[in-house]
């Protein structure tokens, strides 16, 4: 059974559109995250929920919305896409590390390359 | 402004050698520091883990140091294997925040 999994895996679109990645786990996490992978190959944190609420927007623009129906999944829906956002998009879980501690280790899905035309 | 560095974007050694991985960071608040491993369209796997109350962690043919005082540490894979040709991402975090701030990713050919 995949632990985290994404859909879906490619996704071509035109500039302008509307297009969801979807997330679940099932791994029991309370914590999960998106991240992009950019055309330099680095990853940075998009989003992050715990327990459905949002804990961290880092500066993505608000074309970018996550949702999370419920702690076992997380989906980004972008609107009005653009050539820049072309990217591998990975949708990640951890356990909830709690106050005092660092971030417990983070288990990704295997990606979806997004490619705007 | 990149948080974790990891200066070698590439790697070639031959099977059976040790592989040694570096890292180096510039936020002293990181506690926490993993290495992830990654094959081509798939995402990163979990490998090795290490808090900054260890200088050293081992699991198998892998071992984590950790130099707090010169914010560097390393991956060793000894003896490599052919199956470890991938991308290895250093990734930190620090106390009460969520997420990693990954290195650029370092990529390793083990050659037979």
């Known amino acids: 059974d995949t632990a985290v999994s994404q859909t879906p895996k490619y996704l071509v679109t035109q500039m302008g559109n509307d297009k969801s990645i979807k997330c679940e786990q099932n791994?029991?996490?309370?914590?999960m995250y998106w991240y992009k992978q950019d055309s330099k190959k680095f990853l940075k944190i998009m989003f992050s929920?715990?327990?459905?609420?949002?804990?961290i927007n880092e500066t993505v623009p608000n074309r970018f919305s996550p949702k999370s129906p419920d702690k076992a999944h997380l989906n980004l829906h972008i609107n009005s896409l653009e050539l820049g956002d072309s990217a591998v998009y990975f949708c990640?879980?951890?356990?909830?590390?709690?106050?005092?501690?660092?971030?417990?280790?983070?288990?990704f899905g295997p990606g979806t390359r997004l490619t705007v035309l | 402004d990149q948080q974790v560095k990891q200066n070698s974007p590439s790697l070639s050694v031959q099977e059976g050698r040790i592989s040694i991985l570096n890292c180096d960071y510039t936020?002293?608040?990181?506690?926490?520091f993993l290495w992830y491993k990654k094959y081509p369209a798939e995402g990163p796997t979990f490998l090795i883990s290490?808090?900054?109350?260890?200088d050293k962690n081992e699991d198998g043919r892998f071992t984590v140091f950790l130099n707090k005082s010169a914010k560097h540490l390393s991956l060793h894979i000894v003896p490599s294997q052919p199956g470890d040709s991938a991308v290895y991402f250093c990734?930190?975090?620090?106390?009460?925040?969520?997420?990693?701030?990954f290195g650029a990713g370092t990529t390793v050919t083990v050659r037979a």
């Open positions: 791994l029991g996490h309370d914590t």
């Open positions: 990640a879980s951890s356990q909830d590390p709690g106050p005092g501690t660092s971030t417990d280790t983070q288990y």
């Open positions: 936020n002293s608040m990181f506690d926490y």
């Open positions: 929920y715990n327990n459905k609420e949002l804990i």
């Open positions: 290490i808090s900054s109350i260890k």
């Open positions: 990734a930190a975090s620090a106390l009460n925040d969520y997420k990693l701030s």
